[in-house]
């Protein structure tokens, strides 16, 4: 099986083990026939976004210690679905993500120039 690429064609790196992120948990932002949300980018959480997220229904700011989740805090970084990104990209305000970290399965959704313009990071 081949290694998983990010959106720069290169392999691709973890996301976040603190806290563990990931469909599997793996702190890498992968994902499986399971992963009906399709959690593909890795990215920065803000004040901004955990709100907009919480608003939609998706409360990853309250830790829910049944599932193992500790809730999020601005500078966390976590695999976001796409959607999710991708609507909060179209609000205005998507957070950063790390390119390395988020999946080449994301560009059949978002472009990549999008994507350079919200990076943390400045691959050449």
Known sequence: MAAPKNVLGTALADCSLDPPTGFFRDGCCRSG?????????????????????????????????AFHFPGLKPGDRWCLCVSRWKEAFEAGIAPKIVLEATHISTLEFVDLEDLRNYAVDSPS
């Open 33 to 65: 026939a399971d992963d009906i949300g399709l959690h593909l980018v890795c990215s920065v959480m803000t004040k901004e976004f955990l709100d907009f997220s919480r608003a939609r229904g998706n409360d990853l700011i309250t830790a829910v210690p």
